[in-house]
């Protein structure tokens, strides 16, 4: 099955699972008619509802959906999608208020029904939640406290919406039906057993041990980590896993770091390279030998593999990590075919893997391009940030035969798919993957 038929699939059940519940209330009897308006304000609210609960289902970390999208895109999917809900849920009661001014008296939350309290419940959660997933940095709300909120908040958005739905009954009403919408809240409550449970026992079965620590340039710590008690697991260059140094799999916050060790090397120890850029990633500079840790991988569709003359790695500070498990293999299996790396960082000092990039330019085909924003005074390099001009003085014609690794800043990162675009490489000779994916 070829990526674009396996694509459309995946596009075709996703639309499967959330328009599906709609055709659901058209079964067997009906309940009696109503006007257009009152009937597309049921219909937003259904929709918004089902959109919800198959969220859970795109967060799980099933490799079957993510690998053909890669992890960033299937999150950022997620977050358009959340906003998309949003607007229908919200368009649901604003509809019908609109229609009949008295059903505003539901707003009051200590004399309303249960079904529309249910309703509020689920709606200024909604609303929390975005708001706290748009503005969290802004709001100085840590990486943590944020995410067991957002799944505090997604539980009652989710529950408190289906029991809207149940209590209010007007399409509900049939056995079918009910059994229906019953299943599909059963099938939400399992993904998020198998999140929650299921896979953090599994992970708990298969503990990795640091073994060293090394202190890198540019304030970052690589973990060289190693399996206890099982054969670990193979990755693809340029893939990433979910890391949780403190505490069990079971605790609900694990974080997202690239692999920079050469796949080769897998089965006998796995490292990650993470910059000091936070709370969490601050604490990792003091982890010592033999603290267990559990990762969750490989994840990832940044990977080597298409046929391609040349591989052209273009990053930007810790963007480094993919870049260098691509080239650490490339060395270890004696691969001669040309990369160009074209590295952007702030000042010399800071480069990552400054001198293994250059050792490294012995063993294989590799040049190396650093760009520098505060190069010292004898600098005779690039400066500046990485541009469209820069990128075409250095890789050669045709540009849409060689395949594009791009990962650092959003910033930088969307100039780059702008120049390559604009020189008619295809979408599929490129790959992004970007630091955040909340």
Partial sequence: MNIFTRNTLWVLFYLFFTAGPLFVLLIGPLPPSRDFWTEFSAAAGYAGLAILG???????R????????????????????????????IAHPVILFILRPERLALLNFIEAPWRARFAAISTYSLIALMVMAMWRVKLKISYEVWHYTHIILAVLVIGAGLLHTVAWGFYLDAPLKRALWTGLAILWCCLLIYTRIVRPFLMLRKPYQVIATRHERGGSTTLVMQPVGHAGFPFVPGQFGWLNVWGSPFKLTSHPFSFSSSAEMAKETIEMTIQDAGDYTRKIRNVTAGKRVYID??????????PADMHVL????????????IIRTFADLGDKRPIILIYGNKNWDGITFREELEALSDRINLQVIHVLEQPPKDWTGETGIISSELIQR????????????????NRMMDEIEKTLAALQVPLAKYHSERYHFV
């Fill in 54 to 60: 198959l969220q859970v289902g795109l967060t799980a």
């Fill in 314 to 325: 273009i990053a930007g500070g810790i963007g480094i990590t993919p870049m260098m498990s």
């Fill in 62 to 89: 099933f490799r079957a959906v993510t690998s053909p999208w890669g992890e960033d895109t299937i999150y950022h999917f997620h977050k358009q999608m959340s906003f998309i809900a949003l607007v229908l849920i």
């Fill in 297 to 306: 991988g490989p994840y990832g569709a940044f990977t080597v593999g298409n």
């Fill in 394 to 409: 250095y890789i050669p014609a045709p540009y849409e035969q060689h395949e594009y690794f791009i990962c650092g800043p």
